[in-house]
């Protein structure tokens, strides 16, 4: 029975059960968030994938049921954003009669009304569905900002006023959307022409987990970021919207890494001087070419800049996705860096971000990458890579103005100058100044009975009693 398989049972009358998407972006906040729900009593139950599962060992306090997908799918993770996108899809529905039973069963153990609701990626319509069919109420967990979903939901509009597909030779790649400012096209959540259709089906299929069955949504975001963005998502929505980031503040010890994190340049850190380091990190999916890597290092070797480097398995395309840095790096790097870079697979990003030492961070701009240096107050230069990444880059240049692109085709000579002016000039240190600032906002989100976090984390707990 439930007692034998999860201890605390008997004690936690109301059971959780959670379905992320098996992306390390996406793993993270929803651990985070079921960290949030632990802390409040809830029991926690993760179904997951055979593709990037999670470590149990590491989550003694929770309940893992494993959703078999078919040989071929657990294989090594998809690279081009266009095998992403179908490999999401692919897996939602590969997964769904082994879901199905294993729901039930879970449902029958626990006793169904002791079950409050299952929380799923957004991503994963067909969990949704298969929850709906047996009864069970949904949430949808967004993992990214309140503007990507914006983007999301208005997909049919910025397809039928010609905004979408964006042609690669686009004059118009820097024309505003006026309906969802401030984006330009080129800011817009998109993909090359010839899979355009992939991207409006995954956005189509978003929006009804969420706007058809779901009881809510719930946001890593916070009001001091996204306060006009929430206000938009909210009239737009029949279902309440949970402001509730960022998650990492409030559950830090995640342990969802699916690398193992090197902790051993922390204490190198140690030796430097306050906000004088470069930390380099494209998160975990973003990769580019064997040129740009080079260009990437030379530039960063050219700076002058300390910097904490994460060339992570597989960073460089084509290279063997158990490639280690010393592979993938340009020869002579390492030896004309020695005195003042250092090179990791994997890092523990949230506690390198939180060393004084750190000064900037060179992005991806993935959204948790994003909140994470905001929460720091450490500013970014930007080199996004696709989904997301290219409106959260818009709003870190834009709109919190705590960062700037790094834009066209990377050269030695321009990485260079974007570190420098970054982490030695003023325009860099008016950036750090106002990231600090932000920091100083999220802080007050995130404490106390007061803040926006806090109270829209009070009114979840009290809709998934009410479920
Ligand atoms: C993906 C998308 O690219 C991103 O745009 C979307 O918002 C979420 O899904 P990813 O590319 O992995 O995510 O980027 P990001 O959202 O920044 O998440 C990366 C996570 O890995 C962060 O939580 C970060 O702390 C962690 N990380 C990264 C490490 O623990 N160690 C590292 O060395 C690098």
Wanted: proline share 6%; with cysteine.
């Amino acid at each position: 029975d439930a007692a034998a398989v999860y201890p605390a049972a008997g004690r936690r009358r109301w059971h959780v059960l959670l379905f992320p998407l098996p992306y390390q972006g996406h793993i993270n906040p929803m651990f985070r968030l079921a960290g949030v729900l632990h802390g409040r009593g809830f029991a926690i139950t993760v179904f997951h994938t055979d593709f990037n599962a999670p470590d149990p060992a590491r989550h003694p306090d929770y309940r893992f049921v494993p959703v078999p997908v078919p040989d071929g799918m657990s294989g090594p993770a998809p690279v081009a954003i266009e095998d992403v996108v179908a490999h999401i899809d692919a897996m939602g529905r590969a997964c769904e009669a082994a879901f199905r039973d294993r729901l039930a069963a879970v449902l029958e153990e626990y006793s169904r009304d002791a079950v409050a609701c299952l929380v799923a990626d957004t991503h994963l319509l067909p969990v949704f569905e298969v929850a709906t069919r047996l009864a069970l109420p949904t949430l949808a967990l967004r993992t990214g900002s309140a503007a990507s979903y914006a983007c999301f939901a208005a997909y049919p509009m910025l397809c039928e006023k010609g905004y979408l597909p964006v042609q690669v030779q686009d004059l118009q790649l820097d024309m505003p959307v006026n309906e969802l400012p401030p984006f330009r096209v080129r800011d817009l959540i998109h993909i090359g022409k010839d899979s355009h259709d992939l991207m409006c089906e995954m956005a189509a299929r978003l929006v009804t987990a969420v706007t058809k069955l779901s009881s809510g949504l719930i946001l890593n975001t916070f009001d001091a970021l996204e306060r006009r963005e929430l206000e938009g998502v909210r009239r737009d929505l029949a279902v309440p919207v949970f402001d509730i980031g960022p998650l990492h503040k409030f559950s830090p010890v995640g342990g969802s890494s699916l690398l193992c994190q090197d902790r051993s340049r922390l204490e190198w850190l140690d030796a430097w001087a306050p906000e004088s380091v470069l930390y380099v990190s494209f998160g975990s999916l973003a990769s580019m070419s064997a040129r740009d890597l080079v260009e990437t290092a030379w530039g960063i070797a050219g700076s002058g800049v300390p910097f904490l480097w994460v060339v992570r398995p597989g960073l460089v395309h084509g290279c063997a996705s158990e490639g280690s840095h010393q592979q993938q790096l340009p020869e002579g790097f390492e030896a004309a860096t020695r005195e003042r870079g250092r090179v990791v697979a994997w890092a523990p990003q949230e506690e390198v971000l939180r060393h004084r030492a750190v000064g900037g961070f060179w992005t991806h701009s993935g959204w948790n990458s994003t909140t994470e240096s905001i929460c720091e107050g450490v500013p970014m230069l930007c080199r996004p890579y696709f989904g997301d990444q290219t409106g959260n880059t818009r709003y870190v240049e834009h709109v919190w103005r705590v960062g700037f692109e790094v834009g066209g085709d990377l050269e030695r000579g321009s990485v260079e100058a974007a570190i420098r002016r970054l982490m030695t000039d003023k325009d860099g240190a008016e950036m750090r100044a106002r990231a600090g600032e932000l920091k100083k906002a999220a802080a007050v989100c995130t404490s106390g009975k007061g803040g926006s976090s806090c109270m829209a984390i009070d009114k979840l707990v009290t809709h998934i009693m009410s479920l």
